[in-house]
């Protein structure tokens, strides 16, 4: 479906939908990864147009989501999914583009979504969309339509959008909130009674790593600030030391989000405190369960830190709905991914030159308007510019012009004459044209003349990769 106006907003991180872009998400810590919600009693009547059997299945996907580590903004992912995909109703039939589509999620009979039975199965079901949904690489900071599309795979990246603020609703009203009530809320992992703060990075970390055997509260650790505090995990990795070194790296990058206070890995602590100072290496305590060589041990601080956000429900609706802000006169690198092809020459089958900056990122991966103009092309491939497969051309006045090319079709979520700002989303990566992998060929134009993207951008703080 062709959505022309959405007003979707919230989530853990500032999203706001507006015309046929979305504006790029806020600095992180706005409102972050964190605690899976429980699921009270369906009620009667309508929420957001939806009742009875649906609302139970989108309790079901809810319960399922927090079963498999997912927090608030997971969940309500799978619960928006399911509404545009089926009205979070078990249909036994697929439409004309998957006629072997079936069940919530309308998943297809292709040997990747389990037998008929599974499909059309509420809660196996939705097993095999969280699955599949932690598998995508930084799934959390896409749009919730995106990441959805990551996995279904629909022709628009947008279709899911409309359904968004239903799902909200939805799960706002199914969440068990009583404070009073001694139920804890669903979790993958049992941890005992430790901090709020230690449980969510569990849930989290656990899920993206599928960490089988997570160690929580233990009231006879020697570490009385740790374990028997409540602010201490431990990831059971035994000899798999290539996830635990990929679980450490994790913690480190989101250090400050997740409230880490130290970890201590292979016989060495790192302190967040102390970053800069690096590993430091720990005395020889005898085996090594002692000496962490089977686990990283992560100590939590025993307060979040100001960036974990607040709680999960205040996250899905913290924001407000509105329309794009004015002309911001910034400029912001137009895709998150690594550059893996410079500007200038290059041999390739002889002499050529590359006239642009090509960025590595998976098809899919938003595309966002490198400074604020106008839309002057959307379309197939460009002949003066030389640009294969589909593409976009901006101008932002005083004769620049940025290109942005090989998405698909389907992929061009701006339309010639639209006025656009910096970091709204106006595409989506592709392989189309003279391509052999999802990327994006990122192009500046001064007065008609093709221009090294990097030192220009670099000049207005823009630093690309």
Sequence with gaps: MVCAVLAVL??????????????????????????????????????????????????????????????????????????GESGLRVLDRGDAVGPDSRGLFQQRDNGAWGTYADRMDPARSAVMFFDALNKIEGWRDLQPTLAANRVQRNAD??????????????????SETDTTDDRAPDH???????????????????????????????????????????????????????????????LIEHADRLSVDYIIWRQAIWRAAEADRGWQPMADRG????????????????????????????????????????????WVAPVDGPVTSRYGPRLLFGSSFHAGTDFGAACGTPIYAAADGRVTYAGGPHPRLGLTGHVIVLHHGDGIQTSYNHMYASGLLARPGQHVTAGQLIAVVGNDGNSTNCHLHFAVYINGEHTDPEPFMSTRAAHLG
């Design 10 to 83: 919230g989530g853990f991180v500032l999203v706001l939908f507006v015309g046929s872009g979305l504006s790029r998400s806020a600095p992180a810590g706005v409102c972050t990864p964190g605690m899976a919600l429980a699921v009270g009693d369906v009620p009667d009547g309508e929420i957001a147009g939806y009742s009875g059997e649906q609302l139970a299945n989108a309790a079901t996907i809810m319960r399922v989501g927090a079963e498999r580590g997912m927090d608030a903004w997971g969940q309500t992912i799978g619960v928006m999914t399911a509404m």
């Design 157 to 174: 990246p947008l279709h899911y959008a409309d359904y968004w603020d239903a799902a909200v609703q939805v799960v706002t009203a199914l």
């Design 188 to 250: 993958r992992y049992d941890l005992g009674p430790v901090k709020p703060h230690a449980q969510a990075l569990a849930e989290e970390v656990g899920a993206r790593f599928d960490v089988a055997e997570i160690g929580g509260y233990r009231d006879s650790a020697v570490d009385a600030g740790g374990h028997p505090a409540g602010l201490a995990v431990d990831f059971m990795t035994h000899d798999d030391t290539a996830t635990g070194d990929a679980i450490v790296s994790y």
């Design 287 to 330: 085996s090594d369960t002692a000496n962490h060589l089977d686990h990283p041990h992560v100590n939590v601080t025993p307060t979040p830190s100001a960036n974990a956000g607040s709680g999960p429900l205040d996250c899905l609706t913290a924001t407000t709905a509105g329309p794009a802000g004015p002309a911001t006169g910034q």
